[in-house]
Nanobody, 123 residues
Framework: QVQLVESGGGLVQAGGSLRLSCAAS????????MGWFRQAPGKERESLAA????????YYADFVKGRFTISRDNAQNTVYLQMNSLIPEDTAVYYC????????????????WGQGTQVTVSS
């Protein structure tokens, strides 16, 4: 079975950085596009970033461009989200997701999902 496990969340002060990791198992990792989403209390889940199978194509939501970077290491079956210049509005549960086929990459919606990791940004 497919399993996605996020890690790296925690409490950070505004202006700080975190790197989230998502380790995938139960799939041929390089066959899947990967992405990151988040959901804050009382808000809808929102797409943050996605990356195609090779890492050659990426998508970012406008509100994280220049601050967040998605990357992947197919040898380690892991996708990352580097988050810099964090602000309190970034506080949410962050989820990674996998999708067998997704092109163009901006249409990534996720099919398999992780359990989420909490990110809290304090002022």
């Amino acid at each position: 079975q497919v399993q996605l496990v996020e890690s790296g969340g925690g409490l950070v002060q505004a202006g700080g950085s975190l790197r989230l990791s998502c380790a995938a198992s139960g799939l041929i990792f390089s066959n899947y596009a990967m992405g990151w989403f988040r959901q804050a209390p009382g808000k809808e889940r929102e797409s943050l970033a996605a990356i195609n199978w090779s890492g050659g194509s990426t998508y970012y939501a406008d509100f994280v461009k220049g601050r967040f970077t998605i990357s992947r290491d197919n040898a380690q079956n892991t996708v990352y989200l580097q988050m810099n210049s964090l602000i309190p509005e970034d506080t949410a549960v962050y989820y990674c997701a996998a999708q067998r086929l997704s092109y163009p990459i901006q249409y990534f919606r996720g099919y398999y999902w992780g359990q989420g990791t909490q990110v809290t940004v304090s002022s």
